[in-house]
């Protein structure tokens, strides 16, 4: 699940081109322009645009994982079958591997920009983030039981080699999208949210419903019908989601309460499918499913 926009030089790639690939999504549509800015005052500090040939492992990690949290279905593997550069995108596979809906009968990838990869001892640099503008276009999938996501955790999270359980790393779920939510159009529907410690007498649980941001897409439109700009507007005192520029939610992270926020993160592009966010895929939902990330840029004032 970096950033984005504004005037950038250099860029001219492949992309947008047609491909031969099977998939439940159009590929590379050519009549959806990249045509982001970032608006006034943002500088580009860093990004990746996924124009090499391989994902650039220094940056990226395919995080295996067997059994994911929430009662996903699927595993993460950690090749290059299921993430890679196609096109110049980063390309993220979901694949049925057993013709059964249960868990382990699915496969997928998910992608850290982690210090140190996978256990934080890879010597992988990776990157983290602090503050800024974040952001990523996206292509996603879409189709029962699917849940994909661009989100974050604080680079200190025990999974990865820190010494800091979640919640209380932090989180910060800047894309999730999943067929069961708003009833209708689970598909047109983006959700972002925050993560984090209890409050002091546990006032303030972490909780979905108390620091997200929803937004439905309107007339039955999906998420995945083209590409689109999913970002955060990160500062000392709060957090904007936006979707296509438009702002969608905001919360406030005065370093008083919510001081997890106020240290560095890093980056996590996933496909999950079925589990607590989203209802399991059935028989009908097409396989192979590929998430396209055109790319991901760090803005900064």
Same mark, same amino acid.
């Given at each position: 699940?970096?950033?984005?926009?504004?005037?950038?030089?250099?860029?001219?790639?492949?992309?947008?081109?047609?491909?031969?690939?099977?998939?439940?999504?159009?590929?590379?549509?050519?009549?959806?322009?990249?045509?982001?800015?970032?608006?006034?005052?943002?500088?580009?500090?860093?990004?990746?645009?996924?124009?090499?040939?391989?994902?650039?492992?220094?940056?990226?990690?395919?995080?295996?994982?067997?059994?994911?949290?929430?009662?996903?279905?699927?595993?993460?593997?950690?090749?290059?079958?299921?993430?890679?550069?196609?096109?110049?995108?980063?390309?993220?596979?979901?694949?049925?591997?057993?013709?059964?809906?249960?868990?382990?009968?699915?496969?997928?990838?998910?992608?850290?920009?982690?210090?140190?990869?996978?256990?934080?001892?890879?010597?992988?640099?990776?990157?983290?983030?602090?503050?800024?503008?974040?952001?990523?276009?996206?292509?996603?999938?879409?189709?029962?039981?699917?849940?994909?996501?661009?989100?974050?955790?604080?680079?200190?999270? %025990? &999974?990865?080699?820190? +010494?800091?359980?979640?919640?209380?790393?932090?989180? *910060?779920?800047?894309?999730?999208? =999943?067929? !069961?939510?708003?009833?209708?159009?689970?598909?047109?529907?983006?959700?972002?949210?925050?993560?984090?410690?209890?409050?002091?007498?546990?006032?303030?649980?972490?909780?979905?419903?108390?620091?997200?941001?929803?937004?439905?897409?309107?007339?039955?439109?999906?998420?995945?019908?083209?590409?689109?700009?999913?970002?955060?507007?990160?500062?000392?005192?709060?957090?904007?989601?936006?979707?296509?520029?438009?702002?969608?939610?905001?919360?406030?992270? %005065? &370093?008083?309460?919510? +001081?997890?926020?106020?240290?560095?993160?890093?980056? *996590?592009?996933?496909?999950?499918? =079925?589990? !607590?966010?989203?209802?399991?895929?059935?028989?009908?939902?097409?396989?192979?499913?590929?998430?396209?990330?055109?790319?991901?840029?760090?803005?900064?004032?």
């Amino acid at each position: 699940m970096l950033v984005v926009l504004a005037g950038f030089a250099g860029c001219a790639t492949n992309k947008g081109k047609a491909d031969d690939k099977i998939g439940a999504i159009p590929v590379y549509p050519a009549s959806n322009p990249d045509s982001y800015m970032p608006g006034a005052g943002w500088k580009l500090a860093w990004s990746d645009e996924f124009d090499q040939s391989e994902l650039d492992e220094n940056v990226w990690t395919r995080q295996p994982m067997k059994f994911p949290y929430n009662n996903e279905m699927q595993q993460y593997l950690g090749d290059a079958s299921v993430a890679y550069t196609e096109n110049g995108y980063m390309v993220i596979k979901a694949d049925r591997v057993r013709e059964t809906n249960t868990r382990g009968s699915f496969t997928s990838a998910r992608v850290i920009s982690n210090p140190g990869g996978a256990d934080g001892n890879s010597g992988a640099a990776g990157k983290t983030f602090l503050y800024g503008k974040i952001a990523a276009r996206i292509q996603l999938p879409y189709g029962r039981g699917l849940w994909p996501a661009f989100w974050m955790l604080g680079d200190n999270v %025990s &999974e990865t080699g820190g +010494d800091t359980n979640w919640p209380v790393c932090g989180e *910060i779920d800047i894309l999730e999208s =999943g067929s !069961n939510r708003a009833a209708g159009n689970g598909d047109g529907t983006v959700s972002g949210a925050l993560h984090h410690d209890p409050s002091p007498n546990n006032t303030r649980k972490q909780n979905l419903c108390l620091d997200s941001a929803l937004t439905t897409l309107p007339n039955g439109e999906l998420l995945g019908s083209k590409f689109r700009v999913y970002e955060i507007e990160w500062d000392k005192d709060k957090i904007v989601w936006k979707l296509d520029g438009v702002q969608f939610g905001e919360a406030s992270i %005065s &370093e008083e309460t919510r +001081d997890e926020f106020h240290k560095e993160f890093y980056a *996590i592009f996933n496909i999950a499918v =079925g589990g !607590n966010f989203t209802v399991s895929p059935d028989d009908e939902t097409p396989f192979p499913q590929y998430m396209y990330v055109d790319w991901i840029r760090h803005y900064t004032r």
